[in-house]
């Protein structure tokens, strides 16, 4: 049980994050097509900073001398590191879309082709292979929060909740929640989020109370790019063993879905990536899965194909989108270039 | 003789292709610099190397690799040539694809799932009929059709989740394209058709010359010796036309433009916009399926068939094509031709010097940026135009 909420979490948080991404360009009236490029350049960004880093004494010190709280530091630092050049790389969609009233579709499906291709570019010129690994161990050693560092040994058991929730996990999980939960606050409860969602909505009436739409829509995609390129090292660092290759495996695509299917609100988002998470471990594991704790794997003995659990989450995702598309809203502005001569 | 220089320069395709063109160039400039700036801060390439791989950027088609002294050759390189037409075949489809559903309006981002079911369905018609019972020919004619007819089918599963469920075509689309990437996968892992005689190959499916079927060469093996082209860019090409014809000449296509420009005014007019959702995304899906039978019927490709983990690039790759054509059919086998040069010259840059194949995706995905305010690039082309114009009043 333990494994399964771990394992759906892992999944969960980055298309949580993201799809939280996506919510915030559409808000503001930009169709953010470009987060699979963002999440992939984020990658790539923190991958190789944690991988500079690890040569530096004061983190391979640290490593060597078990100084835990520097190591989950350096993991915090990547996520910003990541956020930050996800933010610069969405200037790009920004500058296309605001400035240049440009297809909005285009431009993140040309960042969409840009991202793997500069990202495979460099990474080939600097290890002369497609990936781009840790300089030393990999990510589980160096970054995972394990009970030994909290004085248990390796019988003792943290219970339940400490089993799940702090034993074999990454710091980079509560770093994402709390972000979510902030900038869905942001988003709802403070003028800067009426104003950026009026934007989205009416961008003309917005215009005439007095508010920059462009500055609006601007800091809507920004911080989408920032919470892409954070989203993609964390997918990096909790299921890739913190590796870059110019892929995501299309979590980027997914995260929009999640966005559609949760309505663009952040508590049906945080829902259906859960969802969705949840059918993503059943497919990575579903034949180790002990739900009862009983010793019978249950799933594995129904025999079902594998192929059959890897396809069940998009199957169930598309499902889901017919129930729900009828009432689905959209915010009414979004992918419309601002044209102040319209109001 | 200066009027006619002007109606020409005042004609909507002579600026769309003028766009275009300054997209590319933009786009190479680009790469050059990023080779150069690469070049400079990496101190095992240096200016020697970058100049190289500049000069392939431009010129890599009509490399011929390094002579005894290490200095690059130029000249006729009949397998790169080929090779570009051949790689140009299946992308002239998708392209074709992304470009028919963007006239109705449709974003079309499941040309790689529509790809797949068409690799499947003609991998498997095309192996699975015995060709001492049927005549080749035929097989190839059922394997390309029962491609498109697959394809259709998938492409037509977003179209009625748009028309009738009101679902986001760009979201249905990408699950459907992983849903089919595990689907082949899937049968073709219970398929007597994965090859076991060669034991040097694991997880590839036999080439369909196993069964005897192959696209015919129609001679264009003897123009260009050594290289992978048949016949199958002439079909491509002669489907782009008809797509043409069918856009812009026929009701039909009026009337599928109509619902793409302005949906309302469409049912208004009395056009079935429901339907026409559905049959245009059930066509976009048959040409990039043919695509995927084109490539695999040439008898000299075979699919490594455990693809549920990534999606095939020329199904992404129809979308750039058909942005560079601005969606005309037509341009459509000229951006193709011009991305599969690319493609090939990345290959050139990665065998012969330090540099790799990735730069030419860059630059592609910078066209497509430009692309995107192709329509603001244009106004200022016709501006300048009308500019000159008046100046010579």
């Known amino acids: ?343 | 003789m200066k009027k006619d220089q002007i109606r020409l320069l005042e004609s909507n395709g002579f600026q769309s292709v003028l766009s275009s063109i300054v997209s590319i160039i933009i786009g190479l400039i680009f790469g050059v610099l990023l080779i150069l700036v690469v070049g400079l801060l990496d101190s095992n390439l240096g200016i020697e190397s970058a100049w190289e791989g500049i000069r392939l950027v431009f010129a890599g088609l009509f490399s011929t690799g390094r002579d005894a002294f290490g200095t690059l050759t130029w000249g006729f390189n009949s397998i790169n040539m080929g090779n570009m037409l051949f790689r140009a075949t299946p992308l002239i489809m998708t392209g074709l694809s992304v470009a028919f559903a963007y006239k109705t309006g449709l974003f079309n981002i499941g040309a790689p799932g529509q790809y797949l079911m068409g690799t499947m369905a003609s991998l498997m018609i095309a192996l699975g009929i015995p060709s001492d019972k049927v005549h080749p020919v035929i097989i190839w004619i059922l394997a390309f059709l029962g491609a498109m007819a697959a394809g259709a089918i998938w492409g037509a599963i977003p179209g009625l989740f748009k028309a009738l469920l009101n679902t986001n075509e760009v979201i249905a689309c990408i699950m459907t394209n992983w849903i089919a990437a595990n689907l082949v996968t899937w049968l073709f892992d219970i398929s007597p058709f994965k090859n076991v005689t060669e034991s040097t190959k694991s997880g590839y499916i036999y080439k369909t010359s196993f069964n005897n079927v192959a696209t015919t060469k129609l001679g264009l093996d003897k123009v260009f010796p050594g290289s992978q082209v048949n016949g199958g860019i002439v079909i491509a090409i002669l489907i782009a036309v008809l797509v043409y014809i069918l856009m812009s000449k026929t009701t039909f296509g009026f009337e599928l433009r109509a619902c793409g420009s302005n949906k309302d005014a469409a049912k208004y007019a009395g056009l079935k916009d429901k339907r026409d959702i559905v049959i245009s995304m059930a066509i976009a899906g048959a040409l990039s399926a043919a695509g995927a039978a084109l490539y695999y019927l040439a008898g000299n490709t075979e699919l490594y068939w455990s693809t549920y983990q990534s999606l095939p690039a020329i199904g992404f790759n129809g979308i750039p094509v058909a942005m560079l054509a601005l969606t005309n059919p037509i341009g459509v086998i000229f951006s193709a031709l011009f991305m599969s040069m690319l493609n090939i010259i990345g290959l050139q840059i990665t065998s012969l010097t330090a540099y790799n194949e990735y730069i030419t995706d860059v630059i592609i995905a910078a066209i497509v940026y430009l692309s995107a305010f192709a329509l603001l690039i244009k106004q200022i082309i016709s501006r300048r135009i009308a500019r000159k114009k008046g100046g010579s009043k």
């Not at chain 1, 969602?197 to 009436?205: F, K, M, Q, W, Y």
Request: aromatic share 12%; with cysteine; glycine share 10%.
């Open chain 1, 1 to 343: 049980m333990s494994f399964l909420i771990q394992q759906t979490l892992v999944y969960a948080l980055p298309l949580m994050i993201v799809a939280l991404a996506g919510v915030f360009a559409e808000r503001s009236g930009i169709i953010n097509l470009a987060l699979e490029g963002i999440m992939i350049f984020g990658a790539f960004c923190g991958v190789l900073f944690v991988n500079t880093m690890q040569d530096t004494s004061w983190v391979y010190g640290a490593y060597m001398q078990d100084r835990y709280g520097t190591l989950q530091l350096l993991v915090v630092l990547a996520m910003f590191v990541a956020g930050l050049l996800g933010a610069i790389f969405s200037l790009l969609l920004s500058f296309a879309s605001i400035n240049l009233r440009a297809n909005q579709t285009i431009g993140g499906t040309a960042l969409n082709l840009l991202a793997p291709a500069l990202v495979l570019f460099l990474i080939r010129i600097l290890e002369g292979q497609n990936t781009l690994f840790l300089a030393k161990g990999d990510a589980a050693e160096w970054f995972m929060i394990k009970k030994s560092m909290f004085g248990y040994s390796a019988e003792e058991s943290m219970g339940f909740l400490g089993d799940t929730f702090i034993h074999k996990t990454y710091l980079s999980n509560y770093v994402c929640i709390l972000v979510f939960v902030l900038l869905s606050i942001i988003l709802y409860k403070t003028k800067f989020g009426l104003r950026v969602r009026s934007c989205g909505e009416n961008p003309h009436a917005a215009d005439s109370l007095g508010i920059n739409v462009k500055k609006m829509r601007y800091a809507g995609t920004t911080i989408s790019g920032a919470l892409a390129g954070m989203g993609g090292f964390v997918y990096a660092l909790t299921t890739a063993n913190c590796s870059s290759n110019g892929d995501v495996a299309g979590f980027g695509f997914l995260a929009l879905a999640v966005m559609i299917f949760g309505n663009w609100k952040p508590l049906s988002i945080a829902g259906a990536s859960l969802l969705f998470g949840f059918f993503k471990c059943l497919a990575a594991g579903y034949s180790s899965i002990d739900i009862n704790g009983d010793g019978i794997y249950m799933l594995r003995e129904l025999g079902i194909s594998a192929h059959l659990y890897r396809m069940l989450p998009y199957l169930i995702t598309l499902i889901v989108l017919a129930f729900t598309s009828k009432n689905s809203r959209a915010p009414k502005a979004e992918g419309i270039p601002y044209d102040k001569g319209q109001r």
